[in-house]
């Protein structure tokens, strides 16, 4: 099947071929809704530059990657769509990889290596360490997705992340207004990860502002934020005895929070009457389980669109930019696992 061209572009979205090539070039003064337009038609007809002749016009190829732990997760996975659309419009393709978590892969895909086509890497670690990426050099365009904290001096990036102190606060606070009281919290992970102890920092600030004690036993440790663990934390919980079993938990992840809504329908108890539970992440699993989950809903499409504009402007920039941080915004979604009553999905 022969390749897609731009005039095939151009005569799907009914624009010249220059239109359609200032529209992936991400060049300005297109309007909106012929940028939609030819956008739409991209999409459906499945166009995508050719990285060979854009480098010999150039000295770029337009191709870039976005690194993530595992694409199981639909966090990652929902991110990846919003990356991928956002570098579309701005003529970037992007190659998605897995680093599985593993520290010598990261710092790998972090300097480009492997794929000597890249123009630039969004990169979401997980295990590498800022002494280790300080060692990746300034030439090569790198953006951090996350929430880890890495020195601006140390680590020559920008970084793109939410406050998760803040939305870890914001959901235990929720809880604590419904009158619950023996607050668990399910995501303390054995690595220390900087997820695992921002989001256990919010916890706890928003108990002591309660005047809630921290009870240890109330946040058993987890290998992974996974379903897995989810169900394997509740359980524990669920078997406590009744002065101390939790009557609400703040799962790390909506993948937990499943795991953990699993574990409370296998003992018996009833959401949110029982345990009201809460999530972070803003899945589209949390939307359709049953009860639906209440949950942080992380801006997924303006972290994708921050990170892509920083990495296009790096690439772009004839000379060194300064690096930065930019933090997106957050929100609670309410939902049935935490209000009660059968709500209807609002889309």
Same mark, same amino acid.
């Given at each position: 099947?022969?390749?897609?061209? @731009?005039?095939?572009? /151009?005569?799907?979205?009914?624009?010249?071929?220059?239109?359609?090539?200032?529209?992936?070039?991400?060049? !300005?003064?297109?309007?909106?809704?012929?940028?939609?337009?030819?956008?739409?038609?991209?999409?459906?007809?499945?166009?995508?530059?050719?990285?060979?002749?854009?480098?010999?016009?150039?000295?770029?190829?337009?191709?870039?990657?976005? %690194?993530?732990?595992?694409?199981?997760?639909?966090?990652?996975?929902?991110?990846? $769509?919003?990356?991928?659309?956002?570098?579309? +419009? @701005?003529?970037?393709?992007?190659?998605?990889?897995?680093?599985?978590?593993?520290?010598?892969?990261?710092?790998?895909?972090?300097?480009?290596?492997?794929?000597?086509?890249?123009?630039?890497?969004? +990169?979401?670690?997980?295990?590498?360490?800022?002494?280790?990426?300080?060692?990746?050099?300034?030439?090569?365009?790198?953006?951090?997705?996350?929430?880890?904290?890495?020195?601006?001096?140390?680590?020559?990036?920008?970084?793109?992340?939410?406050?998760?102190?803040?939305?870890?606060?914001?959901?235990?606070? $929720?809880?604590?207004?419904?009158?619950?009281?023996?607050?668990? /919290?399910? &995501?303390?992970?054995? *690595?220390?990860?900087?997820?695992?102890?921002?989001?256990?920092?919010?916890? *706890?600030?928003?108990? $002591?502002?309660? &005047?809630?004690?921290? #009870?240890?036993?109330?946040?058993?440790?987890?290998?992974?934020?996974?379903? $897995?663990?989810?169900?394997?934390?509740?359980?524990?919980?669920?078997?406590?005895?009744?002065?101390?079993? !939790?009557?609400? %938990?703040? =799962?790390?992840? #909506?993948?937990?929070?499943?795991?953990? *809504?699993?574990?409370?329908?296998?003992?018996?108890?009833?959401?949110?009457?029982?345990?009201?539970?809460?999530?972070?992440?803003?899945?589209?699993?949390?939307?359709?389980?049953?009860?639906?989950?209440?949950?942080? %809903?992380?801006?997924?499409?303006?972290?994708?669109?921050?990170?892509?504009? =920083?990495?296009?402007?790096?690439?772009?920039?004839?000379?060194?930019?300064?690096?930065?941080?930019?933090?997106?915004?957050?929100?609670?979604?309410?939902?049935?696992?935490?209000? &009660?009553?059968?709500?209807?999905?609002?889309?």
């Amino acid at each position: 099947m022969a390749a897609v061209t @731009l005039k095939d572009v /151009a005569e799907r979205a009914g624009v010249s071929i220059k239109t359609v090539s200032n529209v992936v070039r991400g060049a !300005p003064r297109v309007s909106d809704a012929t940028r939609s337009r030819v956008m739409r038609a991209v999409d459906e007809l499945g166009y995508r530059p050719n990285p060979s002749a854009r480098r010999l016009r150039t000295g770029r190829s337009g191709l870039v990657a976005l %690194v993530v732990p595992e694409l199981a997760t639909p966090y990652f996975a929902e991110l990846a $769509h919003h990356v991928r659309r956002e570098a579309t +419009l @701005l003529g970037l393709t992007v190659l998605i990889e897995e680093s599985l978590g593993d520290a010598a892969e990261e710092l790998r895909l972090a300097n480009g290596v492997g794929a000597s086509l890249l123009d630039g890497v969004i +990169l979401s670690p997980l295990r590498v360490t800022p002494d280790e990426l300080a060692s990746v050099t300034d030439e090569f365009p790198l953006v951090l997705l996350g929430e880890r904290t890495y020195g601006r001096n140390r680590v020559v990036a920008d970084h793109v992340l939410i406050d998760n102190v803040a939305a870890a606060r914001d959901i235990t606070a $929720h809880l604590i207004g419904l009158g619950r009281t023996r607050i668990a /919290a399910i &995501g303390v992970d054995r *690595q220390g990860s900087a997820t695992s102890r921002q989001r256990l920092e919010g916890y *706890q600030r928003a108990l $002591h502002e309660a &005047g809630l004690p921290f #009870d240890p036993r109330l946040a058993p440790r987890v290998e992974e934020f996974d379903r $897995h663990n989810g169900l394997l934390a509740m359980r524990a919980l669920a078997s406590l005895p009744a002065g101390v079993r !939790p009557d609400a %938990v703040f =799962c790390f992840s #909506d993948l937990l929070a499943v795991g953990a *809504q699993r574990a409370l329908h296998e003992a018996r108890l009833d959401i949110p009457d029982d345990v009201a539970v809460a999530g972070i992440d803003g899945s589209e699993e949390a939307l359709y389980s049953t009860p639906s989950l209440t949950t942080v %809903v992380p801006d997924k499409a303006a972290i994708a669109s921050l990170a892509v504009k =920083c990495l296009a402007s790096r690439i772009r920039a004839r000379s060194p930019l300064p690096f930065e941080v930019h933090v997106a915004p957050h929100w609670l979604e309410e939902r049935e696992s935490t209000l &009660g009553g059968r709500r209807p999905v609002r889309l």
